[in-house]
C-alpha cells in the first residue's frame, strides 16, 4: 500500500476499507498531510464553496445525571458551581444573536432531567415563533424515539449526539456501565428516522484509544452516513479520572477531519473550540483540513467559565459580539467567507 494511492482512491471514491485507513494514520508524513488537506479542500469547496457556516452555542445546563469518566460536568463532580438558563435567559441570547446575524441556535446541555420534554418544547417552539428563518440544533443527550420525535415535531431541524467511539471496550473505557454504545448508536439511528439533520463525532487521541479504534469511528460515520460530524482532541479536566492524560494532537485532529471531509463530503464539520484551545490557530488549521462550521459561544458571559467539559476552554469571558467578529476575522484570513445562511446540509430536506 501507499498512503498517496490510497489518498488519491478516497478522493475519487470517498470510501476506503478499515485496513486501508488504519495504513494512512500508520503511516502518514507531513508531505502526505498537506496532500490530503489539499483533495479535503478541493472536496468541502466542491460542495460549498469557500463558505463557512456560523451556528450561535447556547449552554443551557451544566446539570449532568450521567457521570462520563472524561468530562468535567459529570454528576460526580462536587468542585463545579452548576446553573441553568431560564426560557428568558435563553430568549436573550437567542435575541442577541439574532441581531448578531445567527440563524441556527444550537441548545446544548447536560443529561439534565429538570428540562422535561415539555420544557424542552416549550424552549425549541418560543425560538421558532419569534424567528421562524432559524433552525435549531438539540445537543441534550440520549431520550427517547418518542422524546426525538415530540422535539422534530414541534420544530427542532438537527440534533449533535457524538458517539464519542464506535469500538464497544473503548467505549467501556470511557464510560460507567450504564452507559452502552449500542444505545447511542440506537439513539442515532431513531434521529435519522425522524428526520433531524444528525451529528455524531469522537475525540481525537482520548485514553486508551488505537489507530484502529479511529478507523472503526471513520467506517462507522461511513455507514451511519450524518449530515454533521462533530470532531475535537480530548482534552484532560482536572477533576476527572483522566486529568493527567495527554491532550490530543493537532496533527492527527488535521488528519481525521479532513478523512472525515473525503468519506462524507456534503458533511458539516466544525472547526471546534477544542481545536482553538490546543492551539491559537487550531481552528483555522481545521479550515484548512474541509472543516465548514464554527460554533461561537451566545451563552451568557457569568455562566460560560461553568460549562467546562475540560480545562482551559477558550472564549469564556468575550462578550458574543467580540466572538462574533473575531471569528470572522479568522475565517477571512484563512481565505473562507462567513455565511449568515441557515446553513443547511444541501442534502437534507425536512420531512413534510
Ligand atoms: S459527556 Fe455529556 S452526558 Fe457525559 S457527563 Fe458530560 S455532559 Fe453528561
Not at 155 to 165: K, M
Request: aromatic share 10%; net charge positive; glycine share 6%.
Amino acid at each position: 500500500m501507499n498512503v498517496i494511492k490510497l489518498i488519491d482512491k478516497l478522493y475519487q471514491e470517498n470510501s476506503l476499507a478499515k485496513n486501508e485507513i488504519i495504513y494512512i494514520l500508520n503511516n502518514i508524513k507531513n508531505a502526505e498531510i498537506d496532500y490530503l488537506c489539499e483533495k479535503a479542500v478541493i472536496t468541502r469547496k466542491k460542495y460549498y464553496d469557500n463558505k463557512v457556516f456560523i451556528r450561535g452555542l447556547i449552554e443551557f445546563t451544566n446539570y449532568c445525571k450521567n457521570d462520563c469518566y472524561y468530562c468535567g460536568i459529570r454528576r460526580s463532580n462536587r468542585n463545579i458551581s452548576r446553573y441553568r438558563l431560564n426560557l428568558d435567559e435563553i430568549m436573550s441570547c437567542v435575541d442577541l444573536g439574532y441581531k448578531l446575524g445567527y440563524k441556527t441556535f444550537v441548545l446544548q446541555g447536560g443529561e439534565d432531567n429538570y428540562f422535561t420534554d415539555d420544557k424542552i418544547i416549550e424552549i425549541v417552539k418560543s425560538i421558532k415563533n419569534k424567528y421562524n428563518d432559524c433552525a435549531i440544533t438539540l445537543s441534550i443527550g440520549e431520550k427517547s424515539y418518542d422524546s426525538y420525535k415530540k422535539f422534530f415535531d414541534a420544530g427542532a431541524d438537527r440534533y449533535l449526539l457524538r458517539h464519542e467511539t464506535a469500538t464497544k471496550d473503548h467505549y467501556e473505557k470511557l464510560h460507567p456501565k450504564n452507559l452502552k454504545l449500542s444505545n447511542r448508536i440506537n439513539c442515532l439511528k431513531n434521529l435519522k428516522d425522524i428526520g433531524y439533520q444528525v451529528g455524531a463525532g469522537f475525540m481525537i487521541d482520548s485514553p486508551y484509544q488505537s489507530n484502529e479504534n479511529l478507523a472503526e469511528d471513520l467506517i462507522f460515520i461511513k455507514e451511519l452516513n450524518p449530515e454533521m460530524v462533530g470532531i475535537g482532541p480530548f482534552i484532560s479536566h482536572h477533576d476527572t479520572i483522566f486529568k493527567d492524560e495527554p491532550t490530543g494532537s493537532l496533527e492527527k485532529s488535521i488528519i481525521i477531519l479532513a478523512l472525515t471531509r473525503l468519506l462524507l463530503p456534503s458533511a458539516l464539520i466544525p472547526a471546534t473550540t477544542a481545536l482553538g484551545t490546543i492551539n491559537p490557530k487550531g481552528r483555522e488549521a481545521g479550515l484548512n483540513a474541509g472543516c465548514n462550521v464554527v460554533m461561537p459561544n451566545l451563552s451568557p458571559t457569568n455562566v460560560r467559565s461553568k460549562y467546562a467539559l475540560y480545562d482551559n476552554k477558550i472564549c469564556t469571558g468575550d462578550e458574543a459580539a467580540e466572538c462574533r467578529k473575531c471569528i470572522e476575522k479568522r475565517i477571512n484570513m484563512a481565505g473562507y467567507i462567513l455565511d449568515t445562511s441557515r446553513g443547511d446540509n444541501i442534502n437534507w430536506n425536512r420531512p413534510l
